[in-house]
């Protein structure tokens, strides 16, 4: 069966991935930019939105294989990845095995490439969280997955704005219907994912964005993703959370737009 995909528009290729435990209609927001000379390919990943999952696998490296495979079988040529929270992971995952000629830039999300924090590493979870305590959360996601799936929505916006346009309520459905058991392994596959040493050998350009507001990363990690990356520019929305692409997406759509026609 073909992945459920959204294509949309010609020109240069976005390909959106989406974050843990969502799919590709948060990505609705964007659709103008396939009106401005761009071509959006938003898949749902694997156990995600309307894909099944890949077996049992639950690993980014199932992922991106995954991936790998659709940007072949589209034959795509200087296509930029645009990638949110573990859709970032994921597009980091991919450029780890190398460069290719299919992609010109990444825009990395709101996402911190280890999310894990220790003592020579602050840049993860805004709350501070270690490696026990991130897979310490898995397994209680797992037997209380309907409890998480509010809690999850709502650290998504920035504290305050959220509620008026229904953003926490559909994210809150669209998180309870998925598998506990598959969205507890992609976690504990997140966690133990580090790509710091791949930030720094990145074969493309790199734009970071952060949510000023974000609940769950400090914008300090877009900025030390740009310094660290050979091609890197950061760039902070101040009044966004974790979300920036549904919370201000015309700003949003205008900066991914200036990359990618910079490329």
Do not use: C, K
Not at 44 to 69: K, Q, S, W
Request: glycine share 10%.
């Amino acid at each position: 069966m073909a992945p459920a995909l959204t294509d949309i528009g010609t020109g240069r290729t976005l390909v959106l991935l989406h974050g843990w435990a969502v799919d590709r209609s948060f990505f609705t927001r964007q659709a103008p930019l396939a009106e401005q000379g761009y071509r959006l390919l938003a898949p749902d990943l694997p156990g995600h939105g309307e894909r099944a999952a890949i077996g049992g696998a639950t690993t980014m490296a199932a992922l991106a294989d995954d991936l790998r495979n659709m940007l072949a079988a589209e034959r795509l040529d200087g296509a930029v990845l645009v990638g949110w929270s573990m859709g970032a992971m994921l597009a980091l995952e991919l450029l780890a095995r190398g460069p290719s000629p299919a992609l010109a830039g990444l825009v990395i999300v709101d996402m911190s490439p280890r999310i894990a924090n220790d003592a020579h590493w602050r840049h993860g979870l805004a709350g501070g969280q270690d490696f026990d305590a991130t897979h310490a959360a898995a397994d209680r996601m797992h037997r209380h997955w309907a409890d998480y799936a509010g809690r999850i929505a709502r650290s998504m916006f920035a504290e305050g704005g959220e509620e008026d346009d229904g953003l926490v309520a559909d994210a809150t459905t669209r998180i309870a219907a998925r598998d506990p058991a598959l969205m507890a392994g992609y976690w504990r596959s997140l966690v133990e994912a580090d790509h710091r040493a791949t930030v720094a050998r990145l074969p493309v350009p790199v734009l970071a964005i952060a949510g000023g507001r974000s609940r769950l990363y400090r914008s300090g990690v877009a900025t030390w993703i740009a310094a660290t990356a050979p091609h890197g520019h950061a760039v902070t929305m101040p009044d966004a959370g974790h979300a920036p692409h549904l919370e201000q997406p015309d700003a949003f759509n205008a900066i991914v737009a200036r990359f990618a026609a910079g490329l």
